[in-house]
Every structure is written in C-alpha cells, then in structure tokens.
C-alpha cells in the first residue's frame, strides 16, 4: 500500500481542477432542474404527520430565507445536477447561518460550533460552503443588509476558510482534534447566543416546560401545537425506547443515564426543515426534583443528499449516521447524543437545551455579518479538516481569490433563485 505524502496529495487536489475549474464553481442554472422544486418538497413530505405538514409550508412562506431553511431537498437536487471536485468530507449537510450555536460538550464546557447534522452525508467540500454562502446573501437580505454587503460576507466566509484550510493542512492530526477557532470570542453576534445558551440550563428548561402535575411532581406544560402531552400507549412506546438508546451510550454515559427516572413524555414541533417528523421530549428527575434531565428523541430519516451521492455506510440506522456525522466534525459533542428506533421509526437522541443558544437574524445586520461570516467559514474549515484531507482541499483552493469570488457569486444566484421558487410556494398557497 502506498502511502501518500504531503505534495502528492496537495497534487492530486490541484488535479482536480481540471475535473472543475475553479471559476466554473459559479455556474447555475435551474434550467438544470430535473424535477420542479415545489414538486421535491411535496415528496420529502412523504411519511411525515400530514397535520404538521402544513405548519412547515408556513413557515417556508414567511421569508426567501425561511423558504431556505427547508428546502434542503431542492438544493441537494440543485448541487447534484452540476460537476463537482469529488474532494470528500463529511458534510454537515445544513450548513446556514442557524445552524451554528453554543451548547455544552461532554466535559460541559461551552462551546460554539457547527449544531445541526439531519442531513449529514459524505460529500464535496464545496457543496456545504455553497448553502453556507446562499444563505448569508439570504439571511443578511433580511437582516436589512444591502445586497453588495451580503455579497462581501459570502465572500469573506470562503475566504476565512481557504485560509483556515491552509493552516491545517501541515498541523499533526492528534493536534488538529483539538484544534480551537479563536475568533469565537471576538465575534459580536455569538455573544448574545452564548448569553443566552449560559441561562439554558436544565433548571431553566424546568421552568420553561414544565408544570406542577397533580400528583406533586411535575409535567409538560401543554403550549399546542408546539408542545403536546404524550400519554398511554405512545408514551409507553417512547420509554421503551430507551433501552435501545442506552446501548449506545459509552458504559459511563449508560450509568449516568440510568440514575435518571422519567417522568413525562410530550411531542414537541421544532425547527423549519424538520417540521412533521416525529419529535419527542422526555423528561426525567435525578437527584430529587432540582436535578432534571431533558432528552429529545427526534426522528431521523435518510439524508437529502443520499439519492445522489455513494456512502458506504448509507445503510445504517439513520440516527446513528446523524450521531457518527456528528461526532465527526465536531470538536466536542453532547455527552448523551445517541440513537434508537421505536414502532419502526428511527431516532436521534440528545439533551434538549442544554446549554444550547443560536443567533438571531437581526443580529447579523452591520458588520456583524461578516464577522460572523468569517466564524461561520473557519467553523466549517475545521469541521472539513476533521473529516477530509486539508491538503487535497487547500491544493484544490489554491492561494488567489478565483474560487473565493465563484462560491460567492454562486451564493448570490441560489438566493435569487431561493426569491423565484418562495414566491411560486406562495403563488401555490394562495
């Protein structure tokens, strides 16, 4: 077996160029479309609560962004219809300016990083940094940015993580796990999300969900459609459920977990893309009453992106494909992140608001948004170097601003196609 060296591999990722010149990573047309993208969302709903399915199209409805965040299906098809480097990683899959935020590591210690991997699949590098870039073109448009300071943030997104990627292409690969982005702390929008993520404590959380039950405990606190109470058999079927969880848990995590008793189980709406799947919270009690656990058990189902691209793996549990993603790319995970299946359905496990806070749009107006911009790339670099080969990246990249200035541009024509295809979604609803 041959090992390949450094230069071999910087090579072969310059080779790729001739695969995709780096100035043709601009090209799109939907003219490329297979398949119109209302009718891919209308199959991605296939299977889910049919009840919550149009809660999702509302929410889709409000905004060109909003309309983004949950049409992953769209743009997987979209990236899939063009040539691409063929540079794998693990793909976070959503990567948008929502989809990064603080919450607790295993040691508990806070952090920020990339926090949402439904879709996670091994694919090119560069098709996480495209959704990244469409989506600050999209969300600073509705931060109230002009359209030339959006452009300059998906700009300064790519660029940050060209220059990270170069970094860590010579850094030794036991350093590169415990690589730290620095900018973290200097970047004004992350300071109100890790505001808010140090109070999203499970004593917060208590107080936020629950309620004094009759029998002196505590419940749910119903707020419907959001949060519903979940009884009898169903509820039975959630609990049972986490027997198959706890196998796995690291043996420690398992004993932590069963010092826990639950208490209440409640469906629980979240989010834009996953809006109709199945989404259950427990709640359980540990050492007396000011020591609550909140666990969410959410429904994972196949990747956006595995009808297009191969993985070895892409037959496991797709729970255990979320977690492993996960774990991949990130420098710290949840300590109770796992996996189980209940009446059929697979399912992702992890804390529920632990410590966990995101941004908010209007928080990306100014100069925030390339501040956050260029967080938002150095993340997404790490997460790439983890999981792929820094080398072959940063040979493809190069050192000039060609592919820089292409994602960019590629950013700014997906969210004025993202503008067409939300205004024939409410054309539809009208």
Not at 1 to 21: D, P
Not at 25 to 32: I, L, T, V
Not at 248 to 262: I, K, N, S, V
Not at 270 to 296: A, C, I, K
Request: charged share 25%.
């Amino acid at each position: 077996m041959h090992w390949a060296t450094q230069q071999e591999r910087e090579a072969l990722g310059q080779s790729r160029r001739k695969q995709l010149k780096r100035r043709d990573q601009a090209n799109f047309s939907a003219k490329n479309r297979l398949t119109p993208a209302l009718t891919l969302l209308e199959r991605s709903a296939r299977g889910r609560i049919p009840a919550l399915v149009k809660v999702k199209y509302d929410r889709m409805a409000l905004s060109p962004f909003g309309f983004f965040r949950g049409a992953v299906p769209v743009m997987a098809a979209d990236l899939a219809a063009a040539p691409n480097t063929g540079l794998t990683v693990q793909l976070c899959g959503d990567a948008h300016v929502r989809n990064l935020g603080a919450y607790a590591d295993e040691g508990g210690r806070l952090i920020f990083d990339l926090n949402d991997f439904d879709e996670t699949f091994s694919g090119p590098f560069e098709w996480d940094l495209k959704r990244m870039a469409a989506s600050l073109v999209l969300a600073g448009r509705e931060a109230g940015n002009k359209a030339g300071a959006c452009m300059a943030a998906a700009q300064a997104s790519v660029a940050s993580y060209a220059e990270q990627m170069r970094a860590f292409a010579p850094v030794p690969v036991l350093e590169l796990t415990r690589a730290e982005v620095m900018r973290v702390g200097h970047v004004e929008p992350v300071h109100a999300a890790l505001h808010k993520a140090v109070r999203a404590t499970p004593l917060h959380t208590l107080d936020l969900f629950t309620e004094p039950s009759p029998a002196g405990s505590r419940q749910f606190k119903e707020d419907k459609p959001i949060l519903t109470c979940v009884t009898g058999a169903k509820a039975k079927a959630v609990l049972a459920g986490l027997e198959g969880y706890r196998a796995t848990l690291e043996p420690q995590r398992a004993h932590f977990l069963d010092l826990y008793r639950p208490l209440d189980v409640a469906f629980k709406v979240v989010g834009t893309g996953s809006v109709g799947l199945r989404d259950y919270v427990v709640y359980l009690e540990g050492n007396g009453e000011r020591d609550p656990l909140f666990l969410q058990v959410k429904e994972a189902v196949a990747s956006a992106y595995a009808p297009y691209l191969t993985d070895s793996h892409a037959a496991r549990h797709h729970g255990q494909r979320v977690m492993e993603g996960q774990r991949l790319v990130q420098r710290g995970s949840d300590a109770f992140l796992g996996y189980t299946t209940i009446a059929g359905h697979e399912y992702l496990v992890r804390q529920l608001c632990d410590h966990k806070g995101s941004i908010e749009i209007e928080d990306l107006c100014g100069d925030g948004l390339v501040e956050y911009a260029r967080l938002a790339g150095e993340l997404l670099a790490r997460g790439h170097a983890r999981s792929g080969d820094a080398w072959q990246i940063s040979g493809y990249i190069g050192t000039g601003e060609s592919f820089t200035d292409a994602i960019a541009e590629w950013g700014q024509r997906y969210a004025e196609q993202t503008d067409k295809d939300w205004a024939e979604l409410k054309k539809r609803r009208k």
